[in-house]
């Protein structure tokens, strides 16, 4: 049997951040397309893990990708219009039970795009 996995999720004027929480995850397959994402993966324990999540906007699949750490699995999507603020991550007005905001993540946009270029490009570096 599958689950999803516990997600956080923040907004930023060029890319949208999804982190899906899995500890030691294993067989990771991200499917990043033009509005839609799918993931899943295994835990330690075998569990696996699925989430598919019809995304609120266009995004630019082929400038978007995945970072996994021993704790979680981060995707950054980089977005069809710039600039542009996403109220949710879900094209439905729904929210699941295992997505929440980000709110450590979540900030004002003022001044924010050096912030996020530098993020991205320490992300690239992986």
């Not at 907004?11 to 030691?24: G, H, K, S, T």
């Not at 839609?36 to 699949?61: H, P, Q």
């Not at 977005?79 to 991550?89: F, H, N, Y």
């Amino acid at each position: 049997p599958r689950q999803p996995a516990k997600t956080l999720w923040y907004d930023r004027p060029r890319y949208v951040y999804l982190e899906f929480c899995v500890e030691d995850s294993t067989d990771v397959k991200v499917i990043i397309e033009d509005q839609r994402l799918v993931f899943s993966c295994k835990n330690a324990d075998g569990v696996e893990f699925y989430n598919e999540i019809n995304l609120y906007a266009r995004v630019n699949s082929k400038d978007s990708r995945e970072k996994r750490s021993d704790r979680s699995i981060t995707c950054f999507m980089r977005k069809w219009k710039e600039k542009v603020a996403w109220p949710r991550i879900t094209k439905e007005n729904i929210k699941p039970a295992w997505l929440s905001v980000d709110f450590d993540n979540w900030r004002d946009w003022e001044g924010d795009e050096e912030v996020e270029r530098a993020m991205v490009e320490q992300y690239a570096e992986v």
